[in-house]
């Protein structure tokens, strides 16, 4: 009961430091996304409110991004904290092991993936489409065009559906569908300069240019408007509007599985889930990283030191994966693979270092 009660300890001031570290992570990533919206302001009806708010609904997203590295941190930070102030070497004194004490860090994931898989579904998603759909109103409530790339490829019920550009939730410009049939020859295609999406899934085509292929020849027809019944929902098309990282858990899965179902290729989709299915392990990893600067010789190190490992560390490891997902999409590995090799070698590092330092 008395080694509960000191892993609870460590559990919260490692989560004091955890809670800190992210918010000051976040907050800094912010600044420098507000930064950067500055160039925009003025531009239609682009404001400095209108900057704010896109750069603080986009924060869920950063804190996500923030979470693995945010961990070690925290972990360098409370425990090289308990260290110095020879509070580790009681908690030895009294029972707890090295692997002990780490390990009532490691219990924190659980809650922390949690925490994560509930803010990537239900908050992410929702904010980072207001984010675009706000900044986007704004950007083209005057003459200048909104800069995000909202333009999106879809496929289902035998047909490919590509948008170009979402005016907003409702309205998109510059559309083109292409119709086959059960031996995958083209039998229809559609351009439209716009559609309006109904509540129902019918699309309101305007200003449609139609080709009918029949017989290896094309019959082109115009009309000024017309109804498709699209083969995505509402829900489904705000979602594959947003960029891969900010789609909900569980919509990316169903929709890499769609893919796969139609034998079209889905590997940036399947490293998006894949990185996310690796967090776990980077956490792991990164606390492990952790240990040796903490139990090794020296423990009166300071602060600053601390953080500089810990930001060597994060960097050397955001390369590493930036690196392998880059190779992975060049090279077609398996997304897998490509998601999983960082962690893992961060993993026999950490083991390397901790078994060399108790030497």
Request: hydrophobic share 50%; glycine share 6%.
């Amino acid at each position: 009961m008395k080694l509960k009660r000191f892993d609870r300890y460590i559990q919260l001031v490692t989560l004091r430091a955890f809670v800190l570290v992210a918010l000051g992570l976040t907050a800094l990533f912010s600044l420098l996304e507000f930064v950067d919206q500055l160039s925009f302001v003025g531009q239609g009806h682009y404001r400095l409110a209108d900057a704010a708010a896109y750069t603080a609904l986009l924060a869920p997203a950063r804190f996500m991004q923030v979470t693995p590295i945010a961990l070690l941190l925290a972990c360098l930070l409370g425990l090289g904290g308990l260290a110095k102030h020879s509070e580790l070497t009681a908690l030895q004194g009294i029972g707890l092991s090295e692997m002990q004490i780490i390990g009532a860090v490691l219990r924190l994931i659980v809650p922390t993936i949690v925490l994560l898989f509930l803010v990537g579904q239900f908050v992410v998603p929702s904010a980072r489409h207001m984010a675009q759909q706000g900044r986007a109103t704004a950007l083209t409530s005057g003459a200048v065009n909104a800069a995000d790339n909202t333009a999106f490829w879809a496929h289902g019920d035998q047909q490919f559906l590509g948008v170009h550009r979402f005016v907003n939730e409702k309205l998109g410009e510059d559309i083109d569908i292409y119709r086959f049939d059960d031996q995958g020859a083209l039998t229809r295609y559609l351009h439209a300069a716009q559609a309006t999406i109904g509540a129902d899934d019918n699309w309101v085509l305007t200003d449609v240019t139609r080709k009918d292929i029949v017989a290896d020849q094309f019959h082109t027809s115009h009309q000024d408007s017309m109804t498709w019944h699209a083969f995505l929902s509402s829900r489904q098309i705000r979602f594959l509007s947003l960029p891969p990282e900010s789609v909900p858990p569980i919509a990316l899965y169903r929709y890499i599985r769609d893919l796969k179902r139609h034998h079209l290729p889905a590997t940036r989709y399947e490293q998006e889930l894949w990185s996310r299915i690796s967090t776990p392990f980077a956490m792991i990893a990164l606390i492990a990283c952790a240990a040796p600067f903490v139990f090794g010789p020296p423990r009166s190190q300071s602060l600053g030191y601390r953080m500089a490992i810990g930001i060597a560390i994060a960097i050397v490891f955001s390369l590493g994966q930036e690196i392998t997902n880059r190779l992975g999409l060049l090279l077609d590995l398996n997304p897998a693979i490509t998601a999983l090799t960082p962690p893992i070698l961060l993993m026999l590092s950490a083991a390397y270092l901790f078994i060399h330092t108790r030497e």
